[in-house]
């Protein structure tokens, strides 16, 4: 009887081990399965994200307000049609203050109709509603994400799906993304949105897939006026153009009060622009 | 084992706590993505995979290789600033494989830059395009050398 | 002709006035309906936790009869708390990520791991300590499957010696002194899911995790005498009035300093006029003066103010009758007072632009992802799983008693 209970226990045991080896190594494959949905197919070679410092510079006297930076966004990032812009352009129209009245200048009026792009080919901005001599200053301005070094929208993601990079762009991971919204409210600078196709969060990446392969992001490529300045602060060359900005210009950025400390930095800006 | 006895309800909660703490660590094991962390608390290959899309726009320097001749005409005068992707189109296609030829382009394009507007910096040559000679503009500009005639 | 109509529909943009970012002018806000009932559940639940608490650790022997309910209460609505954040998610299916790799400065991650430990080691815990016995007793006389769930809720574990329970009292007043201050992080870190977008002028705002505390404890207190009234009623059985007029004493303190510390709220935000003050004066006066104005500050606030405090002065002269409608009445309108309370924070703060240029409106979908529809059943689901729990547990025998155990008995024992 007893040496029976022996036996059976110790037949036990062994089953329990075999088990045991045997949900291990299925554990394995399993986790080996499951990770897979992770892992990137197609990795670009070559490219070390901590050699690089990006940043964009906007030189707002030059913009002449064409919106061909926003069109090529849409078309280089495959960016939905409607109201989902990754850059788009403001135009500014400042008014003379009214006689009298004891203001310095009038209540800024803005628009940005289709973000700036033209829907009929002409150009995207109607005649202002105000006589041309009752107008103090009219600009454009062109925005995007700010590539914020203390960004905001990275901190209240509640997955880590949306990231500061080792470059300085501001990332998000379209696979990991769950959807909340969060970074949406957080931007300060509209620059975030839904996609309504994928569901996931989506903003400017700088054109990561340009840059990484020494491509100017489409916006600077294509802008005819020079007003997008491009460059990598890490590997600045003499008569680079990032270096002849800085030293032409006294810069500013967007909403400095909330301390985001963008890296987009514009020169000419207006003290209306926010 | 242990020197003082557990109580039974409390040694039961222990164990059920043990056991959704240990399910949480396993679940963990399995579900955070391997490159997770690798440059910080995000998947360091979604860096690799948002760089990995297709560039759409071919840029400037890949039309050199077949008309550097308009580049260099291009550079030379009051347009040497802009793309020619910005008035042909997107055209990486036509970069490839020259007999897809890029859209067309027609004088109409040239009002979305020129067309006066009090918005636009003065430095900008803007005309009013009523009031302008005729509406096509290739007739009495060359596109690539704007400040010539043909 | 009917092809173009309904081009029209489709393209009807929201109504905006002034200037707002091109991606702010959405159809649709990017929060919604669920959004606002999620801090309103959380709300209800921490609520009705610290109402139970107050038997418990400040030994206020009136409350008693309400005890078990008020914990069942928070149980069942704490079931349902992330259910409209899950369902709001764009992917849903990913939402273990939360959890997974938490991301520890962001408030909605965190939230995950406040919730689970409340959820577990608090309201879990305590009722299990406070139910053990009786399961242990109800296992041994009920037969069948109901029969099965109390045994398995036993945990196995059938000791219900006087020393065994003894240790089960010791540890349900530890857990309710670890769950107060749980559950005003729990809902607190709610408020700060707002309080921390510094973008956002009409959220990003210190007191916004006290005055979501603050709310949170009116709302439960009044999800319980509502709930108390209306289970002695559908029970038939006589409402106890000491417990009645004790849960209105608190209901009107907690409700006046809620209101007080709102009041300073709004007066800080006029004295300091930020940048983007005008543009909240516009949304108030445009697309908040129904729900702020008469709902939440009219209805909410004012009104059941008067009645309690009313009440509070001259209990003895109003009948019981009256009394009973005027603490019901005041609890049905505090609950949706809070709820709009909810709606000013949660659409208030989008029916602004960023930029401080313009406000928008928004059309509300009524069955989509984010519609009034789901929100609705999401809102009536806590009820149907307390009516379940209310079946379980809460015998009609019973008269809603808490167990013997009370702190108070503790010396006899």
Redesign the interface.
């Known amino acids: 009887m007893k040496n029976q209970i022996n036996r059976r226990s110790s037949l036990l045991r062994m089953g329990g081990a075999l088990a045991g080896l045997l949900t291990l190594s299925a554990a394995k494959t ?2 080996a399965a ?2 897979t ?4 197919t ?3 070679k070559g ?1 070390d ?2 050699k690089h410092k990006w940043l964009m510079c906007i030189d707002d ?8 930076c926003a069109e ?1 966004c849409k ?3 495959g960016v939905p049609e409607g109201p989902y812009f990754r850059t788009w352009i403001e ?3 400042i008014p003379k203050p009214k006689p009298g009245s004891g203001e310095t200048r009038g209540e800024a009026i803005v628009d940005s109709p289709n973000g700036g792009i ?1 829907k009929g ?3 995207a ?1 109607p005649e ?1 509603t105000l006589p ?1 001599d009752q ?1 103090e200053h ?3 301005v062109p925005k995007l994400c700010n590539l914020c070094e203390n960004p905001p929208c990275v901190q209240v993601c509640p997955v ?7 470059d300085g762009a501001v ?6 993304c769950i959807g909340c919204a969060f970074c949406v409210q957080a931007c300060p600078y509209g620059a975030r949105f839904l996609n309504p196709v994928t569901k996931t969060a989506e903003k400017c ?1 700088l ?4 840059i ?2 020494n ?2 992001p ?1 916006c600077v ?6 007003a997008r300045i491009f460059g990598d602060l890490n590997n600045l060359h003499a008569d680079d153009p990032i270096q002849k900005f800085y030293e032409k210009n006294r810069v500013q950025v967007l909403k400095p009060h909330l301390g985001t400390e963008p890296r987009v930095l514009y020169a000419a800006l207006d003290k209306e622009v926010r | 084992m242990l020197p003082f006895k557990l ?4 040694l ?2 222990v164990l ?1 706590a043990m056991a ?1 703490v240990g399910s ?1 660590f396993v ?10 962390g690798q ?5 360091g ?13 071919a ?2 320097q890949s039309c050199d290789e077949c008309h550097s001749d308009i580049l260099h005409k291009l550079a030379k005068d009051a ?1 040497k ?3 020619c ?2 008035c042909h189109g ?1 055209s990486r296609e036509h970069g490839n494989n020259p007999d897809i030829l890029p859209v067309k382009s027609t004088g ?2 040239c ?3 020129h ?1 006066a ?5 003065t ?2 040559k803007q005309i009013v395009v009523k009031d302008h000679y005729g509406p096509k503009c290739t007739e009495c500009h060359l596109p690539h050398q704007p400040t010539k005639s043909p | 002709m009917i092809n173009e109509v309904t081009n029209i529909v489709v393209e009807t943009l929201p109504q905006i006035q002034g200037y707002v970012y091109p991606n702010e002018s959405n159809v649709h806000p990017v929060w919604s309906v669920l959004i606002v009932i999620y801090p309103y559940i959380t709300g209800l639940v921490a609520g009705a936790f610290i109402m139970a608490s107050l038997v418990r650790v400040f030994n206020v022997k009136a409350l008693a009869p309400v005890y078990r309910m008020s914990m069942l209460t928070a149980l069942a609505f704490l079931l349902c708390a992330t259910l409209p954040l899950l369902c709001h998610l764009g992917h849903p299916e990913r939402n ?2 939360v ?3 938490p ?2 400065t962001s408030p909605m991650a965190i939230f995950g791991f406040v919730y689970a430990w409340y959820l ?1 080691a608090v309201l879990l ?1 305590e009722l ?2 406070d139910f ?1 016995q009786d399961f242990v007793k109800w296992s041994k006389t009920t037969p069948g499957f109901q029969g099965l769930i109390y045994r398995v809720l036993t ?3 059938t ?1 219900v010696s006087e020393q ?1 329970v003894r ?2 009292m010791k ?1 349900e007043w530890i857990l309710s002194i670890v769950g107060i201050p749980s559950a005003f992080l729990l809902h607190g870190y709610v408020g700060f899911i707002f309080g921390s977008i510094k973008a956002n002028p009409w959220w990003g705002n210190v007191l916004m995790p006290i005055m979501f505390i603050l709310s949170a404890i009116v709302s439960g207190i009044a999800l319980c005498v509502f709930n108390y009234i209306v289970l002695t009623w559908i029970r038939r059985k006589t409402v106890n009035m000491r417990c009645l007029d004790a849960m209105a004493m608190f209901l009107f303190y907690a409700l006046l300093v809620d209101a007080v510390i709102e009041t300073l709220d709004v007066l800080h935000r006029g004295f300091a006029a930020e940048e983007g003050f005008a543009v909240l004066q516009t949304m108030i006066r445009e697309k908040l003066f129904y729900t702020l104005n008469i709902g939440q500050v009219g209805i909410g606030t004012l009104v059941p103010l008067l009645m309690l405090g009313a009440l509070q002065l001259l209990r003895h002269r109003v009948p019981e009758a009256v009394r009973r409608t005027m603490i019901f009445c005041s609890g049905a309108m505090i609950l949706f007072g809070v709820l709009m309370m909810r709606w000013n924070v949660v659409m208030g703060g989008q029916f602004f632009s960023k930029s401080f240029r313009g406000v928008m409106s928004y059309k509300m979908e009524f069955s989509g992802q984010e519609g009034w529809l789901l929100g609705a059943a999401i809102m009536c689901l806590p009820f149907i799983i307390l009516t379940v729990l209310v079946k379980l547990f809460l015998s009609e025998s019973e008269q809603l008693q808490p167990c013997e155990h009370l702190p108070e008995n503790s010396s006899k024992t």
Not at chain 1, 171 to 176: A, S, V
Not at chain 2, 7 to 10: A, D, S
Not at chain 2, 39 to 43: D, F
């Open positions: 399993a986790k499951v990770q949905v992770f892992v990137s197609s990795a670009p490219y994200p901590t006297n030059k913009c002449i307000g064409c919106g061909l090529a078309k280089e990032n135009r500014y129209i033209p080919g002409v150009s901005f202002p041309k107008i009219a600009f454009f880590g799906a949306t990231f500061k990079a080792p990332l998000i991971d379209p696979k990991y990446s054109c990561y897939h340009r990484t392969r491509l100017k489409a490529e294509i802008c005819p006026a020079e | 109580p039974p309800q409390i039961r909660l059920v959704i949480y679940a963990r094991s399995f579900l955070v993505p391997p490159s997770f440059y910080g608390w995000y998947r290959a979604a860096l690799a995979e948002i760089a990995s899309r297709e560039p759409v726009f840029g400037k347009h600033t802009l793309s992707e910005g997107v109409s394009h009002i979305r830059c067309e507007n009090l918005a636009r910096p430095w900008l | 273990y990520e959890m997974m790799t991301h520890m577990m815990l299990w300590f053990r945990l196995g574990v000791d065994s240790l089960d540890m």
